[in-house]
């Protein structure tokens, strides 16, 4: 059982380039999350799914779009990407949108942009 | 975004020793849960252990102990009988009942010595 599989795990990119973060679950869960983790702070939400067809912004979504293929892969894409945006990038899931049931992670992108 | 203050950046502590994690989260809601995420060099974020805010009874995990105080919004971690594989960044993480959006901590690095 995979978990959440996240891909690629390392990724440089130049200012203005696009890449697109592919995630996917194989625990057949309802939502799913977009996260940033840069040093010193704790992981920031940028956009949510809470099932299949459905996002929603988080705390920090400017310069990101999102797509929920179905319901196993949610991908992150950077259309310009800004150095601004160099962190690591998690993505989660969990079975439903919100309660104790709790968000599984892969195991992250680390993407430089310079 | 609900404010979750870990105030120790750092700890470290000897091998078979108990370590305590703080942490403080800013909240008007009474219903709510509240997480320990333990992320090692390998970069996984591991759920430790998990409090609904209705509980009275602490909860734990075999080494691990949480001591809620809902009252004084507290929620530190207490590591028993600390291994070496203990040794990562701790994140304290608040979550609302009817939403989706978990908050985190800026992370408490714990080291343990052999």
């Known amino acids: 059982n995979a978990g959440v599989t996240q891909t690629p795990k390392f990724q440089v990119l130049k200012t203005g380039q696009s890449m697109t973060l592919q995630c996917a679950q194989d625990?057949?869960?309802?939502?799913m999350y977009w996260y940033r983790q840069d040093p010193g702070m704790g992981l920031r939400l940028i956009y949510y799914?809470?099932?299949?067809?459905?996002?929603d912004k988080g705390e920090v979504p400017n310069g990101y779009n999102v797509s929920r293929l179905n319901k196993r892969e949610f991908s992150l894409r950077l259309e310009s990407a800004a150095p601004s945006q160099t962190s690591v990038y998690f993505c989660?899931?969990?079975?439903?949108?919100?309660?104790?049931?709790?968000?599984?992670f892969g195991d992250g992108t680390r993407l430089s942009i310079l | 975004a609900q404010t979750v203050t870990q105030s120790q950046p750092e700890m470290s502590v000897q091998e078979a020793e108990t370590v305590t994690l703080s942490c403080t989260y800013d909240t008007s809601e009474n219903n709510y849960y509240l997480f320990w995420y333990k992320q090692p060099p390998s970069r996984q974020m591991i759920l430790v252990i998990r409090q609904e805010a209705y509980k009275q009874q602490n909860a734990t995990e075999n080494r691990f102990s949480v001591n809620f105080q809902k009252a004084a919004k507290s929620f530190s971690l207490k590591i028993s009988d600390s291994q070496l594989g203990d040794t990562a960044m701790y994140f304290c993480a608040f979550m609302h009942s009817n939403d989706y959006k978990l908050s985190f901590g800026a992370g408490t690095t714990v080291t343990v010595r052999a």
């Open positions: 625990m057949n869960h309802n939502s």
């Open positions: 799914s809470a099932s299949e067809g459905t996002t």
């Open positions: 989660a899931s969990s079975p439903q949108t919100y309660g104790v049931q709790p968000q599984h």
